[in-house]
């Protein structure tokens, strides 16, 4: 393209001279006749810079096509004629399947808490819309006649639950389901809300501190397995997730952990010896250290609140205040030389103890593969929303599905203790 720009220069700055031989053959060929009034003769320069011009401009035109095509072929979009039909998708194979460990393997819950869910559910996913003008879900117009929806209640719901349990673009999920990328992330959004909505009011999922009972039920089954450990039920731990880089530099500074390299949001979760989350304070800039979120986000008080009451306390690791809070047990790897043995022996039964908020994270990332990857920055709310979603999802798979390696370690202990209670009450009777 250069090179015929200056061929066109040149041309134009030849001399009409050299062509008045090639002038003359050209005058009959290229003469226009209008109205007949007079003859317009195209000069051989203008006719040359015509022709050059023409092919800059085709050129040009080749080269936009050329972008546009590549620019197309690279875009991470999978048209519809790529995609199977979301009536016989591989989502509706798996459902169809009755595989208790292919269901769990992809949407976290068995058959049995999943039509929990998509009971209520589609209820509401036929009641709500997410097409509007202001992106707010709005209740579904009354018509006659409707385009029928891509997914149904129970494809939406596994489509949300699917969306954590995996990694990376969401173009394979698409795939998974038949629909096309703009769709599959419009029911991800719109989905994850309506979940929430349900998550909030079911009392098996609520994020809220245990009943006194409870507390004490607790307590007696750490202190069985952990002698020096009299009164705690719970542990507490501080987990990183994540996070890109904001464009700007005053706020990417806040996300930036000096310790990692990287740019985080914390989280605080309070795990009880039944696996499920008792407190949290989520979505935190990575700048904030652990005890001050639980300062800030209120788990302090809550956990004094209950410490005020029945005297409940919990260990932790050596990043939360041990002398402001005397409910917790902090583990450190170095005692002083004047420690007794049982501040000894306490200290090791209570980095056993702690290692269980250590699974409780890893429990809480395995069933979540999506934390593990670098979450979108944004600040339109779109992140508290899946954090706090995934959080009441996470109780709600405790209590009902289960795999969680705390319960592993101390759900026996509490099935002995309700035993042992049962033989004592029957034996008090007879």
């Known amino acids: 393209m250069e090179q015929l720009f200056l061929n066109f220069l040149k041309i134009i700055q030849m001399s009409q001279d050299s062509f008045t031989n090639a002038e003359m053959s050209f005058t009959d060929s290229f003469a226009e006749d209008l109205d007949g009034e007079e003859n317009y ?6 006719i040359l810079a015509l022709v050059t011009l023409g092919l800059l401009v085709y050129e040009q035109s080749e080269e936009d096509d050329s972008k546009t095509k590549n620019y197309g072929e690279r875009l991470g979009y999978i ?40 009971i209520r559910f589609e209820e509401l996913y ?43 673009n969401i173009n394979i999920l698409c795939m998974l389901f038949g629909i096309i990328n703009t769709i599959g992330s419009l029911w991800i959004r719109y989905g994850r809300r309506l979940l929430l909505k349900i998550l909030v009011t079911l009392p098996g999922s ?9 507390i004490r039920i607790f307590q007696d089954i750490i202190a069985e397995k952990y002698p020096t450990l009299q009164g705690c039920w719970f542990v507490m731990d501080g987990l990183k997730i994540p996070i890109e880089a904001a464009k700007k530099y005053s706020t990417q500074i806040l996300f930036y952990n000096g310790w990692q390299h990287a740019h985080f949001i914390t989280n605080l979760y309070v795990f009880s010896p ?9 979505n935190n800039p990575g700048t904030i250290h652990d005890s001050q979120i639980a300062d800030f986000g209120g788990v302090y008080e809550k956990l004094e609140t209950q410490y005020n009451i029945c005297g409940g306390k919990g260990v932790g690791d050596s990043a939360f205040s041990g002398r402001r809070c005397p409910f ?43 934390l ?5 920055y944004e600040e339109y709310g779109e992140r508290l929303i899946f954090l706090l979603s995934l959080v009441y999802l996470y109780n709600f798979r405790a209590r009902y599905v289960g795999y969680n390696q705390i319960q592993t370690v101390f759900i026996p202990h509490l099935e002995q203790y309700n035993a042992n209670n049962v033989m004592q009450w029957y034996q008090n009777i007879n």
């Open 274 to 282: 039944d696996g499920c989350i008792v407190a949290c304070s989520i």
């Open 206 to 214: 609520k994020v809220q501190m245990p009943s006194m009972g409870d």
């Open 41 to 46: 003769v195209l000069s051989p320069v203008g």
């Open 372 to 376: 593990y990857d670098t979450i979108h």
């Open 328 to 370: 917790i047990i902090k583990t450190s790897q170095i005692l002083s030389n004047n420690a007794t043995e049982f501040q000894r022996q306490q200290q090791i039964e209570a980095t056993s103890v702690r290692q269980s908020a250590e699974w409780g994270n890893r429990g809480f990332k395995s069933s979540f593969p999506r």
């Open 79 to 118: 048209p519809r004629c790529a995609l199977v039909d979301p009536n016989i998708s591989p989502w509706v194979k798996l459902y169809a399947s009755n595989s208790e460990r292919s269901m769990i393997t992809f949407t976290g819950l068995d058959y049995g808490s999943f039509h929990f869910l998509a």
């Open 126 to 168: 036929n009641k709500y819309t997410p097409y509007s003008r202001d992106g707010r879900i709005l209740i579904k117009p009354i018509r006659r006649y409707f385009r029928p929806r891509s997914l149904d209640g129970r494809g939406c719901l596994a489509l949300v639950l699917a969306y954590g349990r995996s990694r990376g």
